[in-house]
């Protein structure tokens, strides 16, 4: 079903060393892999890469593209079981925060993904989202070896039964953007944002700055690997500003109570 995904990443030959992977993977994750060196791609980072024999750099971003459908299509299935009476706007934003890169980032620490990852960046921005990404693409590596069933057993076993409480979920917002925008509404204020790709090195993780203007005044500003990323950022700082900003202006009787 899936051998044409597989050419060109599942053509190499396993070392020896691979044996201790393999042992941590049956140990720590509860997988018994037939090919180990999807895996082992999984976990090399951009800054990592190997070289194919052919010249053809190898890391895990074709499979951080797989993982990334693959996690959303287990989600979304697990939300739609488990809430049948809630609507399609509740179910996307429970699904986005569970796999939002904070979230993912977090989940891949706790289940130990950390401690596998094989990277070189020294970009701390980067540093936050690699074992999200890395996450992303072992659940794609994970697909591509044991199929969408077995895959989707697995994360239902081993991350949302022993790592994410849908209650807790439910009360948390993290999207700041949305929730800026509904502030503005409320507040009958203008809230506008501005997004442009930072100047970078060539061949480094591109970077974006968001700016937020309400009522014309920039109260916010944040930093991405991606645009949704930044604006998100730059939310929060607003956020947190804006209780100061907008908070009533003293009455003239106060003015002159604090002059006396």
Known sequence: MVSFLLSPITRFRISPKDKDLYLKLRKGFGIKPRNLELYR????????????????????????????????????????????????????????????????????????????????????????????????????????????????????????????????????????KSRLIEWGQKKKVSVVFECSELEQLKGSIPLFEARIFVDGKQMGSGIGNTKKEAEQNASLVTIERADIYFSPEPSSEENSEDDS
């Open 41 to 176: 791609i999984a976990l090399i980072h951009k800054s990592a890469s190997t070289i194919h024999a052919k010249g053809k750099r190898v890391n895990n971003e074709r499979l951080e593209y797989l993982g990334d459908a693959v996690l959303d299509a287990i989600v979304a299935d697990y939300l739609f079981a488990n809430f049948p009476t809630q609507k399609e706007g509740f179910l996307t934003k429970m699904r986005s925060r569970i796999v939002s890169r904070q979230s993912l980032n977090a989940l891949a620490i706790e289940i130990g993904i950390d401690k596998l990852v094989v990277t070189q960046t020294t970009n701390t921005l980067a540093q936050k989202h690699i074992y999200g990404d890395a996450l992303e693409a072992f659940v794609g590596a994970l697909y591509l070896d044991k199929g969408f069933r077995e895959t989707s057993k697995w994360i239902l076993k081993h991350i949302f039964k022993k790592h994410i409480n849908l209650s807790e979920v439910v009360e948390t917002e993290n999207d700041y």
